[in-house]
């Protein structure tokens, strides 16, 4: 399998939002769950949200009232929506399944810097 395609990141300012995207294939994402990852500055990647074929989403704890996942079925896409961006929120943002990931398979990511 091919790993998935981030994009969508960039450079904001705190309390700003961003929308990042996960281009996923098409049997992928009619079959699979898709994970969103976060990787701050010089520690482990740490998972965010969560969103399964059928729609059913879960969201860390920590970023629960400020970060949403979904699911485009015309675009094959899988997207986080960041809302009320903090500098913690800094890092690398990567979607994956839980396959992909056990195989050790990553996405380049997409670079999500928040600061003033």
């Known amino acids: 399998q091919v790993p998935l395609q981030e994009s969508g990141g960039g450079l904001v300012q705190p309390g700003q939002s961003l929308r990042l995207s996960c281009a996923v294939p098409?049997?992928?994402?009619?079959?699979?769950?898709i994970e969103w990852y976060h990787q701050y500055p010089g520690k482990e990647r740490e998972l965010v949200a969560t969103?399964?074929?059928?729609?059913?989403?879960n969201i860390n704890d920590a970023k629960r009232d400020r970060f949403s996942v979904s699911r485009d079925g015309n675009r094959n896409a899988v997207y986080l929506q960041m809302t009320d961006l903090k500098p913690e929120d800094t890092g690398v943002y990567y979607c994956?399944?839980?396959?992909?990931?056990?195989?050790?398979?990553w996405g380049q990511g997409t670079q999500v810097t928040v600061s003033s």
């Open positions: 994956n399944t839980p396959r992909l990931r056990m195989e050790g398979a």
């Open positions: 098409g049997f992928t994402f009619q079959t699979m769950m």
């Open positions: 969103i399964t074929p059928g729609g059913t989403s």
